[in-house]
């Protein structure tokens, strides 16, 4: 993207992430409120990411797991059903009941909204990676580090866990490559559609 394409993609996600956290506010009271009668912990879990260029950043989610499921995670590793790199379970054991809910909705993601307002992520783009599984990046998949990581992305409407590992860092290179207003909004409308039907959730 050139300077102006720049500016246009961060105006709207300074517009839209502010608009939508104050719109959105009363919904993100009632879900921290679940969430705290739901199961002991915090409201918020975060972790850090790599964003563009590689820079680490505390991404911010709706907890939806136990308090201790970072710890085990390394007993879960070799049943991970996700493409590549990416750790995916269809039935996590760790997932609390409420969390089923948040993540079959896309629910969890919204704090992420602040990452958005702070610059750290777009509305639109590649998803924010581990930066574990950046280590393991070759020099063609590095490429996907160099646009801010979204809260949404072309590989997210497009099969999410039903893709390879392939052709999730193909959507997010050809996103990269061809980025367009008209993208980041076919982009917005299509992971709206899929939040309300909890299409391709897991």
């Given at each position: 993207?050139?300077?102006?394409?720049?500016?246009?993609?961060?105006s709207?996600?300074?517009?839209?992430?502010?608009?939508?956290?104050?719109?959105?506010?009363?919904?993100?009271?009632?879900?921290?409120?679940?969430i705290?009668?739901?199961?002991?912990?915090?409201?918020?879990?975060?972790?850090?990411?790599?964003?563009?260029?590689?820079?680490?950043?505390?991404?911010?989610?709706?907890?939806?797991?136990?308090?201790?499921?970072?710890?085990?995670?390394?007993?879960?590793?070799?049943?991970?059903?996700?493409?590549g790199?990416?750790?995916?379970?269809?039935?996590?054991?760790?997932?609390t009941?409420?969390?089923?809910?948040?993540?079959?909705?896309?629910?969890?993601?919204?704090?992420?909204?602040?990452?958005?307002?702070?610059?750290?992520?777009?509305?639109?783009?590649?998803?924010?990676?581990?930066?574990?599984?950046?280590?393991?990046?070759?020099?063609?998949?590095?490429?996907?580090?160099?646009?801010?990581?979204?809260?949404?992305?072309?590989?997210?409407?497009?099969?999410?866990?039903?893709?390879?590992?392939?052709?999730?860092?193909?959507?997010?290179l050809?996103?990269?490559?061809?980025?367009?207003?008209?993208?980041?909004?076919?982009i917005?409308?299509?992971?709206?559609?899929?939040?309300?039907?909890?299409?391709?959730?897991?």
């Amino acid at each position: 993207m050139d300077r102006v394409q720049r500016t246009i993609k961060r105006s709207i996600d300074i517009v839209l992430s502010s608009v939508l956290l104050i719109l959105l506010s009363p919904l993100l009271l009632g879900v921290a409120l679940w969430i705290k009668r739901d199961s002991e912990g915090g409201v918020l879990f975060k972790q850090i990411r790599s964003g563009r260029n590689g820079r680490l950043f505390t991404c911010w989610k709706f907890r939806t797991m136990a308090m201790d499921a970072e710890e085990r995670r390394a007993e879960l590793e070799h049943l991970s059903e996700g493409p590549g790199l990416l750790f995916k379970l269809r039935e996590d054991p760790r997932i609390t009941k409420a969390g089923r809910t948040l993540r079959r909705y896309s629910l969890d993601e919204l704090p992420q909204l602040y990452n958005v307002l702070r610059g750290e992520m777009s509305l639109v783009g590649p998803r924010p990676a581990l930066p574990s599984e950046v280590e393991q990046y070759d020099d063609w998949v590095r490429n996907r580090l160099k646009a801010k990581p979204g809260m949404t992305g072309l590989w997210q409407v497009s099969g999410r866990t039903e893709t390879s590992f392939s052709d999730y860092v193909r959507y997010d290179l050809f996103y990269i490559q061809n980025w367009s207003l008209s993208l980041d909004l076919w982009i917005m409308w299509r992971t709206f559609r899929a939040a309300i039907s909890a299409e391709g959730a897991h």
